[in-house]
T-cell receptor, first 113, second 109 residues
Framework: EADIYQTPRYLVIGTGKKITLECSQT?????MYWYQQDPGMELHLIHY???????EKGDLSSESTVSRIRTEHFPLTLESARPSHTSQYLC????????????FGNGTRLTVT | GQNIDQPTEMTATEGAIVQINCTYQ??????LFWYQQHAGEAPTFLSY??LDGLEEKGRFSSFLSRSKGYSYLLLKELQMKDSASYLC??????????WGAGTKLIIKP
């Protein structure tokens, strides 16, 4: 059974639409992350959070925003989707130790037409 | 800049042994992770090394040499289900994860 959930699993939308990708975890982890992954490429960190009301931008600017109002919930919003946003989006969480491994959700595969 | 190098693809035979290498150049080092990712699925944690040497976990072992900026993942008694991508990631001095592009391992009967 999954401890970290992402919805939707697949999404096809038109250019200019606003979308929110959902991510929830039941492990009580303070640290949560959003990554973008293209086939055969490394994971790129988009946003991360070390706790409620804490959010930081990663090294990939994707014109997205996140919020962390509750420990278990870390949604990612694209204000205006573009074809360049077509990718797989992975949410992850980790324990409080700096070397705690990441637990990933199953991802959202986004296609922007 | 920071860099992680892994072979793009490797092929091995069921029942054999395969070694997947990872070399890194990062600003500082606070440990190295290996993850397994089956096609269309999420990465799952395999191992963590922070000290030099070999860590064995069942059929999988991971080795680290900090002086050489080098690690490898050793898979023994290969099974068809081991066909996957294997991702190497390093924790830098700021405890940020730097990811390699992954090695796609193809197992043939």
């Amino acid at each position: 059974e999954a401890d970290i959930y992402q919805t939707p699993r697949y999404l096809v939308i038109g250019t200019g639409k606003k979308i929110t990708l959902e991510c929830s975890q039941t492990m009580g982890h303070d640290k949560m992350y959003w990554y973008q992954q293209d086939p055969g490429m490394e994971l790129h960190l988009i946003h991360y959070s070390y706790g409620v009301n804490s959010t930081e931008k990663g090294d990939l600017s994707s014109e997205s925003t996140v919020s962390r109002i509750r420990t278990e919930h870390f949604p990612l919003t694209l204000e205006s989707a573009r074809p360049s946003h077509t990718s797989q989006y992975l949410c992850a969480s980790s324990g409080n130790w700096d070397n705690s491994p990441l637990h990933f959700g199953n991802g959202t595969r986004l296609t922007v037409t | 800049g920071q860099n992680i190098d892994q072979p793009t693809e490797m092929t091995a035979t069921e029942g054999a042994i395969v070694q997947i290498n990872c070399t890194y150049q990062t600003s500082g080092f606070n440990g190295l992770f290996w993850y397994q990712q089956h096609a269309g699925e999420a990465p799952t944690f395999l191992s963590y090394n922070v000290l030099d040497g070999l860590e064995e976990k069942g059929r999988f072992s991971s080795f680290l040499s900090r002086s050489k900026g080098y690690s490898y993942l050793l898979l023994k008694e290969l099974q068809m289900k081991d066909s996957a991508s294997y991702l190497c990631a390093v924790l830098d001095s700021n405890y940020q994860l730097i990811w390699g592009a992954g090695t796609k391992l193809i197992i043939k009967p």
